[in-house]
């Protein structure tokens, strides 16, 4: 029931609203109007928070991929280290299966075709597809070298190459070609960019208008 004036009273229908109609009529309403106003940047705040939570998501997944490869790699270098290959030679075995995933292009050269500087590690800037690719070469290699027993560079070094091209020739099966993918944003500069416009977003939510209701 509503007032119609004189102290008389009329009903009306009332409805419920999904929260798509709700979004239609906010984007199709007078934004002169407060509360059109308000719901127009709500949704726009709404819809800006899903993009982040997507952003973020994808962000995670590529940080626990990255996490899988340095384990492995760290794996991958206590095993070769027993089996008398030192750390230089672990940079080695390491660049020439770069060079093997990457169609000829070596750790040094990725990293120059992908404006990385030497002090930086290149998985910090690879999508997560490729840190993916090489995880997967470098437990083959761990499989392998636990598994036959392989000792010295040479035969370690072979072994991963081996394991670097297959994992290209699976992908490249696929239309893909790991060195022709383009760079992701640094994974530290990401972090604070999402949470600065998490922080940034929030801030405009704002609050809905009162009505004489709420005051009383």
């Known amino acids: 029931m509503v007032s119609i004036g004189s102290n008389a009273n009329r ?11 709700c979004y239609l009529i906010a984007q199709n309403g007078d934004p002169r109007k407060q509360e059109i106003a308000f719901a127009q940047g709500y949704f726009a705040v709404q819809t800006r ?8 998501v994808a962000y995670i997944e590529r940080i626990e991929t990255r996490g899988r490869l340095r384990e492995s790699e ?5 095993n070769i280290f027993e089996r008398g290959v030192d750390d230089a030679g672990f940079g080695r075995i390491r660049s020439k299966g770069d060079k093997a995933l990457f169609g000829g292009i070596d750790t040094a050269g990725m990293k120059k075709r992908l404006a990385i500087s030497d002090n930086r590690p290149l998985a910090d ?7 993916a690719a090489k995880n997967l070469a470098a437990e083959m290699t761990n499989h392998n070298v636990e598994a036959i027993d392989l000792y010295g560079e040479p035969s370690i070094t072979s072994e ?4 670097n091209t297959s994992v290209r020739d699976m992908l ?4 893909i070609k790991p060195e022709n993918l383009p760079p992701s944003e640094d994974i530290k500069k990401l972090e604070r960019r999402v ?10 939510a704002g609050k809905l208008p ?4 709420d005051k009383d």
């Not at 490249?172 to 239309?175: A, N």
């Open 49 to 56: 928070k899903q993009e982040l939570i997507e952003e973020r």
């Open 125 to 131: 800037f690879l999508p997560t597809l490729t840190i």
């Open 160 to 163: 991963h190459i081996q394991n």
């Open 172 to 175: 490249d099966r696929r239309g």
């Open 74 to 78: 760290k794996r991958l270098s206590q």
């Open 210 to 213: 009162e009505t004489a209701g």
């Open 11 to 21: 009903s009306v229908t009332d409805y419920m609203l999904t929260r798509y109609a």
């Open 195 to 204: 949470k600065s416009e998490e922080k940034k977003f929030a801030s405009k």
